[in-house]
């Protein structure tokens, strides 16, 4: 049999004494058989993990053995736990004589600790957009958790003009469909790199399952053959129940940063994009988080933007859509308020205003918009858009991902972008870095 981990390693979900490790085996990734999901035949198979403090594995802190089963598409997931807080670890498994790709993760600091925590953010892959060169380079800077915030896959037909072409050209719908889509996407090296170079904390968008999909019951069925191929190939600590996966959670940092993770689809309905249940429980963190910095990593461009020229102005499937849950959000009234975003297929930073009509009334917050790993961006006429909302501060065009710190005093965000998508091995460049202390974001770095 051929290797079977054709999909590489993953980790996720870090807690000060645990994480989750991931693989998938799939000896023939591509096989279109739905009855044989990676090429392999309706029975478990056994497979071994070791976790080592050291990439050699001189020093093993854990192992076990597990069964990965046809019902999940022979994907592993392993609960780790008895770990030490803020350290590095190192983690790979054996099928038979056969070995994955070491991955390195990293444990959340202790609940006393004030060290400055680094992360990224990334979104929106479009497979056949262009190569995933930022994850190249992201992969290099081993930041000690790696958010990412919608559009892991895209369920469309296959894009015009392809850089990269699918498999499976038609639009996902089956749970087959679905897997192979994932599959794709996943046996990409500059992907694997990402996941094997620092632990994942993901949240989705639409495209997961379907282009603008709500929490509406006519997506329930659709929904869980998506959720059970998400859960399939990522790194997360929950598997799905039907059309349920539980997926809004928080996720702290010590002292600095508790980051709270919303999904924005699953109990979406009009004029409420969270669902009671959720709302409540993120009001209740603003109100009484202690940490320095509140963070929302959620899909949606939160800041208000007008887009002046033919209506509509405001996009309403973002928060511009749901203007007095975000009143709501506002009126918590969390000191250090952060959000991290993304959706649009560029980059954008702001200021988030008490009331964005008025441009002297008080900051609340920030919000930092990654552009897209590769997906294409919308025709936008970004100087129209910055001189129509003053709270807006900073926009790039080009494809990328964002890299900061959320320090015991300030929060810092550096915009990373490549030159190309439409081929492999582009350079990347910081075009713009932002700090706030909480009273406006500033450049800091002209
Ligand atoms: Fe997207």
């Not at 007095?324 to 954008?348: C, K, M, P, T, Y």
Request: with cysteine; glycine share 6%.
């Amino acid at each position: 049999m051929a290797n079977p981990f054709t999909l590489g390693v993953a980790s996720g979900e870090p807690l000060p004494d645990g994480v989750v490790i991931w693989t998938r085996l799939a000896p023939a990734p591509l096989t279109l058989d739905p009855a044989r999901p990676g090429g392999l035949p309706n029975r478990a198979v056994e497979v071994r993990w070791q976790v080592a403090e050291d990439e050699r594995f001189t020093r093993i802190v854990r192992e076990g053995v597990t069964q990965a089963q046809p019902r999940w598409a022979f994907s592993v997931h392993v609960r780790l736990d008895g770990l030490r807080p803020g350290a590095d670890y190192f983690y790979r498994f054996r099928s038979g004589s056969d070995h994955s790709p070491v991955g390195r993760t990293r444990t959340a600091p202790a609940a006393a600790s004030a060290g400055p925590v680094r992360f990224a953010v990334a979104n929106c892959q479009r497979y056949e957009h262009g190569f995933y060169t930022a994850y190249r380079h992201l992969a290099a800077e081993r930041p000690d958790v790696i958010f990412f915030v919608g559009d892991y896959v895209y369920e469309s037909p296959q894009a015009a003009n392809p850089v990269r072409t699918l498999p499976n050209t038609s639009e996902a719908d089956t749970l087959a469909e679905y897997r192979l889509r994932y599959t794709r996407y996943k046996l990409d090296k500059d992907l694997q790199a990402a996941h094997a170079a620092a632990p994942w904390v993901a949240t989705w968008d639409d495209h997961e399952v379907a282009d603008n999909y709500t929490g509406a019951s006519s997506f329930f069925r659709r929904r869980a053959r998506a959720y059970q191929a998400y859960y399939e190939h990522l790194p997360i600590r929950v598997k799905p129940e039907a059309h349920l996966l539980q997926m809004f959670r928080r996720r702290v940092y010590g002292q600095n940063a508790e980051f709270i993770v919303l999904d924005s689809r699953q109990f979406r309905v009009p004029g409420d994009m969270l669902g009671a249940a959720q709302e409540k429980w993120l009001l209740e963190r603003l109100r009484t988080s202690t940490a320095r910095w509140k963070v929302l990593v959620e899909p949606l461009f939160f800041a208000r933007r007008f887009v002046p020229g033919n209506p509509p102005h405001l996009r309403l499937d973002a928060w511009d859509g749901f203007q007095e849950q975000r009143r709501r959000i506002f009126d918590a009234g969390a000191r250090g308020l952060i959000v991290l975003s993304g959706d649009v297929h560029n980059h954008w930073a702001s200021d988030l205003h008490a009331d964005f009509l008025d441009p002297r009334s008080a900051i609340v917050g920030a919000e930092f918009v990654t552009s897209s790993i590769s997906s294409r961006p919308p025709a936008t006429d970004a100087p129209a858009v910055l001189a129509a909302n003053p709270h807006i501060k900073f926009f790039d065009g080009r494809r990328g991902y964002l890299a900061g710190t959320a320090g015991a005093t300030d929060f810092r965000v550096s915009y990373r972008v490549v030159d190309s998508v439409e081929k492999a091995g582009a350079n990347v460049r910081i075009v713009a870095e932002f700090v706030t202390e909480g009273e406006g974001i500033k450049r800091s770095d002209v």
